[in-house]
């Protein structure tokens, strides 16, 4: 009796001796589970394009990097010196520093980084089918100033394509502010691209209501800071 005690007793210190160095592993691994750090919440490589009048905190900033020299396309404007060679090239208008002008020419930033890469530069990047938009912008300002003079041709030259926008047209005449006319003018242009001209190359853009306002004060400000940097028409 005695001799299986003894050799229960010296069974059961074995299993204490295999048994307790593993419940001491098991604790260490669970304590070092409980001390990992969190994992920070990974962000996407690019931020939604906004189209809900809510700007993130930086807007109008460029993130890549392509020469900033290049074809850049600055998100303000300053002011004009009066009597420069450049204040002659930008009509005095109110539309510059009306705050909402100001807020969607930065999300039509974005609109045009997202839409008009295809064919032009936008920030020094994007197509090179067209010319940058920065150059066309600016051309199309100039443009501007014989507007009168295009739409009566088109009256006489064309007179069904005239009649179909008359209203549009009338209000482009109507506008004093050379700005403003032009902001008309581009909401004709992105909704239908051939509506004064039946040989514009640009394809039917599809755009939202919202982001043609956005793309038109873009397009906008951009020929303004494109005159003040001095940037070539595109031939």
């Given at each position: 009796?005695g001799h299986?005690?003894t050799?229960e007793w010296?069974?059961?210190?074995?299993?204490?001796?295999?048994?307790?160095?593993?419940a001491?592993l098991?604790?260490l691994i669970?304590?070092?589970?409980?001390q990992?750090p969190?994992?920070?919440?990974k962000t996407s490589?690019t931020?939604p394009v906004?189209?809900?009048?809510t700007l993130?905190?930086?807007?109008?900033?460029?993130?890549?990097?392509s020469?900033p020299?290049?074809?850049?396309?600055?998100?303000s404007?300053?002011?004009?010196e009066?009597?420069?060679?450049?204040?002659?090239r930008?009509?005095e208008?109110?539309?510059?520093s009306?705050?909402?002008?100001?807020r969607?020419?930065?999300?039509g930033?974005?609109?045009?980084?997202?839409?008009?890469?295809?064919?032009h530069?936008?920030?020094?990047?994007g197509?090179?089918?067209q010319?940058p938009?920065?150059?066309?912008?600016?051309?199309?300002?100039?443009r501007?100033?014989?507007?009168?003079e295009?739409l009566?041709?088109?009256?006489t030259?064309?007179?069904?394509?005239?009649?179909?926008?008359?209203?549009l047209?009338?209000?482009?005449?109507?506008e004093p502010?050379?700005?403003?006319?032009?902001?008309?003018?581009?909401h004709?242009?992105?909704?239908?691209?051939?509506?004064?001209?039946?040989?514009?190359?640009?394809?039917?853009?599809v755009l939202?209501p919202?982001?043609?306002?956005q793309?038109?004060?873009?397009?906008?400000?951009?020929a303004?800071?494109g005159?003040?940097?001095?940037?070539?028409?595109?031939?």
């Amino acid at each position: 009796m005695g001799h299986l005690r003894t050799r229960e007793w010296h069974f059961q210190m074995r299993q204490w001796v295999i048994l307790l160095p593993l419940a001491l592993l098991i604790a260490l691994i669970s304590c070092g589970k409980d001390q990992t750090p969190a994992t920070e919440p990974k962000t996407s490589a690019t931020d939604p394009v906004p189209i809900d009048g809510t700007l993130p905190a930086d807007v109008g900033t460029d993130r890549s990097t392509s020469d900033p020299a290049r074809n850049k396309e600055p998100a303000s404007s300053d002011a004009v010196e009066p009597g420069s060679a450049d204040s002659d090239r930008i009509p005095e208008s109110s539309l510059l520093s009306d705050a909402d002008f100001q807020r969607r020419a930065k999300l039509g930033h974005l609109v045009a980084k997202r839409r008009c890469v295809l064919c032009h530069k936008v920030d020094g990047r994007g197509g090179i089918l067209q010319p940058p938009l920065i150059q066309v912008s600016v051309r199309r300002l100039e443009r501007m100033k014989t507007i009168s003079e295009h739409l009566a041709q088109l009256q006489t030259d064309d007179p069904d394509r005239y009649q179909a926008r008359a209203d549009l047209f009338n209000s482009i005449e109507a506008e004093p502010d050379e700005l403003r006319k032009m902001s008309i003018w581009l909401h004709g242009y992105l909704e239908q691209p051939t509506f004064d001209n039946a040989q514009a190359k640009m394809p039917l853009p599809v755009l939202k209501p919202e982001e043609i306002d956005q793309l038109a004060s873009y397009v906008i400000q951009l020929a303004v800071d494109g005159v003040k940097q001095g940037v070539s028409t595109p031939e």
